[in-house]
Each structure stands twice: as structure tokens, then as C-alpha cells.
């Protein structure tokens, strides 16, 4: 019996043993199959990476940094209007359609603003300023969400996320995306030709899609095109937001449209970009061999059409004794609209996108903007104020149809056509009868909209007077060169002695020597701006001096302690900074 029982307990020992042995084998082989579908994963997702750029990234480490450190973000700019953010490993969700910081121990977020960040936003995605359209924002998790989420796809390039403002017009497409997505890749090394623009405005491609891939050299993405490559994408390295110091116009949101009131730009900039634009659309900037002058009407072919453009054309070439030419966007490149542009003496057109063209005119050249009936040229001034900008070198004139016979309405279009057949009948008899559009604010106003549509039959006469009020003689080009603004520095070595004379009466000598800088320089006028101040009062005395040295005696009273500040001035306007202040005692 004895023996028969401890051959049952073997077995059951053998048997508990089997079924351990099986079941560790069971468990390594369920761990070994969990971790060969974790493999194929992470190689899947790292494939999917590899789709969006050709940067090689290690999936696991990428992953394990995200899990680890969390985002991590740093901006510059003390308000929404004018901050642009760098972030590490910033995600964004394609089924929420938001971007997503995960916070983890390591994370970095500066500014830290709290529920402020909300007020209204983090910070503008286009250059347009404080449009509520632009915003951005993100939502926050943890980082240990992220066990409970899609596995991401991470964007291994550099990229720039920003929102275009208006992809199928031209103004634009220049104004507010082109020259500020090339001024803030200036502004961060790492946001080289290698970089990716990322476009989340959630338009589609627009008419203009190749002027954004000369940007860089990979291709931009649409917000659309990121639901390709996963739920969750998160971009390794990215900056989100625009420079908007390249903007010289307001579209007339707040209050009508205009010059801003802070243009931080000038033509040198413009010109810098118009050089790096011609250049990536392969065009010559040598001039032509001919050395023919030449004058460019820009046709539109759908609306706010010149009815008499062929007496047009034949009108300038003969007053001007230069051939003249037509351009449009329908029958021309832009290569070929830009080379044209590039070479011509006057650029002539309506009112209209197509007119930012002009920054690729040569220096010294003319624009001439026609308005139709109604439709006032000073409250309409962006291709004005571009031709004013200091350094850009250009002339401009406006002329504005002032006969009703010579326009032709459409009342019966659609409204984004200027047509206002959808208004009451009162409202349209009003608008029919005006003789001016009143100043509005963007974008709707049915009178303006109408009176813009309208095509027109220029009065040739007249045109041709408006151009000779601005030139009296022949254009010639090869006169203008390129004006640089040099400001003199601050005057050195200021000194002040005084002396009394009486108790009654004192003088002020005081003297300087000359800005550093300008000993190198060719300056047509110098002159000196000193401002005199008895200590504890809030006027001053002024004085405008062409000298180094001067001795003040009028309104100079002994026993006094006064403060003196100096500084130069080049040719009238160009200012130098004031010399630290001088205090003296009489």
C-alpha cells in the first residue's frame, strides 16, 4: 500500500511539474508573440514616419522620450499677437482636431500662463494680427495617457505649423504667409530649406500651391493630409506661429483698412525676399540685353475688366514712346509674369491682388492702380503703402474712373460678385445712386463689393495726366540705386562748463565730438539737437546747432543745475540716439 502511494504522490509531483513547465512556455510564448506584435508596430509606425520625411528616427527612443520628458515649449513675445513657440514633441490628435501637450515630470511649458492662455489664445497662427479665426491653442494630458492611446507617429523633420490666411489671392498669399514664413525661417537656424511647413488653416492646395513649395525643399503639408499617417502625430521638433514684422496692411477688421500703424518693414527686406523668390523660380535678374524700356498692363480676364484696354495699351505706348505690353494670370506663368515685371518701367492695373506683383519691379519704376467709380483711392492702400515704403524705390499714382458712363455694374451677380439683387429695393436704389463708397469695415459691405466688381473704361486723357503729375520727363531706370539708411551714432566725449557772470547772469558752454561713425561716412548735412532742462522743471529749451560747441547765456541763471542732452542728426529726419545726460552746474 505504501509503495502504491508514493507512486501516486511522483505522479502528481510530475504532473504538477508538466504543467508548470507548460504553462511558463505558454506565458514566454504569449510575452514572446506580445512583444513580435510590438516589434511589427513600432516597425510600422516607424515606416509611417519614414512616409513623412526621409529623416531617419529610432521609434523606440522617439517614444520612450515622449513617455519620459512629456512636451516641452518655449516662446518668445509677451503677448498672443506677437509670440512664436518652439516645442519639443508637440502631438496632435486627428480624431479630436487638436494639438495636445503631455505633461510629464520633465516637461517644460514658458510661458506658464495658466487659464490666461485662454484669453484669447496662445498665440496667432497666421500673420494676420488677432483674428479669431487664427488662434491657437492645445489641449494638455499626462504623459501616462499615453499607454492608453494610439502609438503615435512621429514627424521627424523640423517643421513650421502656421495657418495661411487666404491661399487663392494673391495679396495674401504674399503679404501675410510668403514673406513671414520666409522672415521666421530667418529668425531660427534649425528652420533651414530642410525644414517641412505644416498648413492648418484647413484650406485645400489654392491656385498658388507651387509658390509655397519653393519655401523649402519638401513637400508643405495640408491639415487634411495628416490623417494619412495616423490618429496621433507628433512632431520630434516644431515651431508654431508667424513674424508679423514683415506686414506693412491692415485688412480693415477692427477699424477700416489702412497702413498699419507700426510698419516695422522696409524695401530693403522686400527686396531681399524678392531676389530669394526669383532665384527659386529660375529667373534672370540680369537686365536685358536689349536695355528696352518697356511698360506692363496686367489684364484680368474675368472681372474688373478695362473695357477700352487695347486704346489703352496703344494710348501709353505713344505718349510714352515705349512699347507696351500685356500680362495675365491665365495666359502666363508666374516665371514668366515675374520676368516680365522685373524688367518693365511701369506696371498699370486695376485695383486688385494681382497688383503685389509690383515688388518685383525694378527701382525707380512707376505703379499705377486704376479704381472704378466710386471707389476712393485713399481708402484702399496697400499697394501704396508697399510703393512708400522707404528703400523699396518705387512711384506710384492712382487714378480713380470718375464718370458714371464709363462703368459698367453687374447687380444681378452673385453678392460675393458685387452683385446686391439679394437686398431690399431701397437699399439697392441707395447703393445705385451713390457717388462714393463710404469707409467699412471688412469683408461683406454689399456697396463696396459692388462698386469693386464693376468694369471700367479708363479715360485715357486723363490717366495720362495723372502719370505726368509724377513723371515729368521720360522714366530712366538705370538712375535710381539703392538708397541705405545709415542713422549717426551717439555724439561722444560731451562736456559742459559753466560760468557767472553776475548774480543775475551765467553761461553754459557746452561741447562734443562727433559720432564715431561718422568719420566713415558721406553725409550731405550734420547737424546737432541739444535740449537744455533747469533740474526740477518739466519744459526744456531746444536748440538746433551746426557746430560741436555752443555758449548759452540766454534764459541761463546762476547757482542752477541743468540737464543737457545731445544728439545728431544726418540730412533733416535721420536721428541718432541721445548722449547719456549731462548734468551741469552754474
Not at 507617429?153 to 491661399?167: A, C, E, H, Q, Y
Amino acid at each position: 500500500m505504501r509503495g502504491s502511494s508514493c507512486r501516486m504522490n511522483i505522479a502528481a509531483v510530475l504532473n504538477g511539474l508538466l504543467v508548470s513547465v507548460l504553462a511558463a512556455v505558454l506565458w514566454k510564448y504569449a510575452k514572446l508573440q506580445e512583444h513580435t506584435y510590438s516589434v511589427e508596430e513600432e516597425l510600422l509606425l516607424t515606416q509611417q514616419s519614414q512616409e513623412l520625411s526621409q529623416v531617419r528616427i529610432d521609434y523606440h527612443a522617439a517614444l520612450q522620450s515622449l513617455q519620459e520628458e512629456g512636451t516641452r515649449m518655449v516662446c518668445t513675445g509677451k503677448m498672443h499677437t506677437d509670440r512664436i513657440c518652439r516645442f519639443n514633441y508637440l502631438c496632435y490628435s486627428n480624431e479630436a482636431e487638436e494639438f495636445v501637450f503631455f505633461h510629464s515630470n520633465s516637461s517644460v511649458m514658458l510661458p506658464n500662463l495658466g487659464s490666461r492662455r485662454f484669453q484669447p489664445a496662445l498665440l496667432d497662427l497666421s500673420s494676420v494680427e488677432d483674428h479669431n479665426t487664427q488662434y491657437f491653442n492645445f489641449l494638455e494630458l499626462p504623459a501616462a495617457a499615453l499607454k492608453f492611446m494610439p502609438k503615435p507617429v512621429f514627424v521627424p523633420d523640423v517643421t513650421l505649423i502656421l495657418n495661411r490666411f487666404n491661399p487663392d489671392n494673391l495679396m495674401h498669399i504674399f503679404h501675410d504667409d510668403l514673406l513671414p514664413i520666409y522672415y521666421t525661417m530667418l529668425l531660427y537656424p534649425d528652420l533651414d530649406q530642410d525644414a517641412r511647413l505644416v498648413f492648418m488653416e484647413g484650406w485645400n492646395e489654392g491656385l498658388h500651391f507651387d509658390l509655397y513649395r519653393l519655401m523649402s525643399n519638401k513637400q508643405p503639408l495640408l491639415k487634411e493630409q495628416l490623417k494619412n499617417f495616423g490618429k496621433l502625430l507628433c512632431f520630434t521638433k516644431s515651431y508654431v506661429g508667424l513674424s508679423k514684422m514683415t506686414t506693412w496692411y491692415q485688412y480693415g477688421f477692427v477699424q477700416p483698412q489702412g497702413a498699419k500703424a507700426n510698419i516695422l518693414v522696409s524695401g530693403m527686406e522686400i527686396r531681399q525676399f524678392t531676389r530669394f523668390l526669383m532665384e527659386k523660380l529660375n529667373v534672370s535678374m540680369e537686365e536685358s540685353s536689349s536695355g528696352e524700356e518697356y511698360i506692363v498692363v496686367f489684364s484680368r480676364t474675368i472681372n474688373r475688366l478695362i473695357l477700352n484696354e487695347a486704346e489703352l495699351i496703344l494710348g501709353l505706348a505713344q505718349e510714352f514712346q515705349m512699347k507696351t505690353v500685356t500680362v495675365s494670370l491665365d495666359d502666363h506663368s508666374f516665371a514668366d509674369i515675374v520676368q516680365i515685371i522685373s524688367r518693365a518701367s511701369m506696371l498699370v492695373s486695376m485695383h486688385g491682388a494681382q497688383l503685389v506683383t509690383s515688388v518685383f519691379l525694378p527701382r525707380g519704376a512707376l505703379v499705377v492702380e486704376l479704381f472704378p467709380y466710386a471707389v476712393n483711392p485713399d481708402h484702399y492702400t496697400p499697394y501704396k503703402t508697399l510703393a512708400s515704403l522707404p528703400g523699396i524705390d518705387l512711384q506710384y499714382v492712382a487714378w480713380q474712373n470718375t464718370n458714371e458712363e464709363n462703368s459698367m455694374a453687374f447687380p444681378d451677380r452673385p453678392w460675393d460678385q458685387g452683385g446686391i439683387a439679394h437686398l431690399e429695393k431701397a437699399e439697392q436704389e441707395r447703393i445705385m445712386k451713390s457717388k462714393e463708397v463710404p469707409q467699412h469695415l471688412c469683408c461683406r459691405n454689399p456697396e463696396w463689393l459692388f462698386r469693386i466688381y464693376q468694369d471700367t473704361k479708363v479715360d485715357i486723357p486723363s490717366l495720362i495726366e495723372a502719370i505726368r503729375q509724377t513723371v515729368k520727363t521720360k522714366l530712366n531706370l538705370k538712375k535710381v540705386k539703392p538708397a541705405i539708411v545709415i542713422h549717426p551714432g551717439k555724439v561722444r566725449d560731451p562736456k559742459c562748463q559753466a560760468s557767472v557772470q553776475g548774480t543775475n547772469e551765467a553761461r553754459l558752454t557746452v561741447s562734443w565730438q562727433i559720432p564715431w561713425n561718422l568719420k566713415y561716412l558721406k553725409v550731405r548735412e550734420v547737424k546737432y539737437e541739444v535740449w537744455i532742462q533747469e533740474q526740477g522743471e518739466n519744459t526744456y529749451m531746444p536748440y538746433i546747432l551746426p557746430h560741436q560747441n555752443y555758449t548759452f547765456s540766454e534764459n541761463i541763471k546762476p547757482f542752477t543745475t541743468y540737464l543737457v542732452w545731445i544728439r545728431c542728426f544726418f540730412n533733416k529726419t535721420l536721428l541718432g540716439p541721445f548722449a547719456d545726460v549731462l548734468v551741469c552746474r552754474t
